[in-house]
C-alpha cells in the first residue's frame, strides 16, 4: 500500500502566545507535517508533544537558516508545501539606528533570506505557497510606529512583486495583514 505524504509547512516565529504558535498547532491538527521554528528552542517546547518538530531558527543569520534548511530537505524528501514568514520584532521606545536595523533584519531581510534559501523545495513540491504574515498598518499607518509601519510597507511591496516573479513556478505567494484594531 502506498500511503501519501502529508503536506508540510515551516512556520518562522512560532513561540509561544503568538500567530505562529496557533498557526502550528492548527496546521498540525489539518494533518500536515509542521516545522515550528523560534529563536530559542525552549520557547516552543510544548509543541514537540503534538508531534511538531521543531527547529531553532533565527532568520537574521544565514547559518541557522541553511541549518533549519537543510534539516528540512533531509527529513522532507527535498519538499516544501508551505513557508509562513511570522518572524516578528518590535521595540516599544525611543529607537537608536540599531534597532531600527535590526526591526528590518527581522521584519524585511530575514524573511527575505528564508524565503530564498527555501524557494528551491516549494518549486519541488510542485504547488509551493508562501504566507507572509504582515500587517494592516503597512497600506494605513498609525502613529508612533513609523519604523514598524514601514518595514510592514517593505514586505508587503516586496510580496506583491515576489508574486508574480514566481507565478511561472507554480508558487503562490500572500501575505495577511492582521490588525490590532476593531
Not at 27 to 38: E, I
Not at 41 to 57: A, M, N, P, Q, T
Not at 136 to 155: D, Q, R
Amino acid at each position: 500500500m502506498n500511503v501519501a505524504t502529508p503536506q508540510s509547512v515551516l512556520i518562522t516565529g512560532c513561540s509561544e502566545g503568538g500567530i505562529g504558535y496557533a498557526l502550528a498547532k492548527e496546521y498540525r491538527s489539518r494533518g500536515l507535517r509542521v516545522f515550528a521554528t523560534a529563536r530559542r528552542l525552549e520557547s516552543i517546547k510544548s509543541l514537540e508533544v503534538l508531534g511538531i518538530d521543531i527547529l531553532e531558527l533565527d532568520v537574521t543569520k544565514p547559518e541557522s537558516i541553511s541549518a533549519v534548511k537543510d534539516k528540512i530537505e533531509n527529513v522532507n524528501t527535498g519538499k516544501l508545501d508551505f513557508l509562513v514568514n511570522n518572524a516578528y520584532h518590535l521595540p516599544f521606545t525611543d529607537l537608536e539606528m540599531s534597532a531600527v536595523r535590526d526591526l528590518y533584519e527581522t521584519n524585511v531581510f530575514g524573511v527575505m533570506a528564508v524565503t530564498q534559501a527555501f524557494i528551491p523545495l516549494l518549486i519541488a513540491s510542485g504547488h509551493g505557497k508562501i504566507i507572509n504574515i504582515g500587517s494592516i498598518v503597512a497600506v494605513m499607518s498609525t502613529p508612533w510606529g513609523s519604523i514598524y509601519n514601514s518595514s510592514k510597507a517593505a514586505l508587503h511591496s516586496w510580496a506583491n512583486s515576489l508574486r508574480i516573479e514566481l507565478k511561472p513556478f507554480n508558487i503562490d505567494v500572500v501575505t495577511v495583514k492582521f490588525s490590532i484594531y476593531l
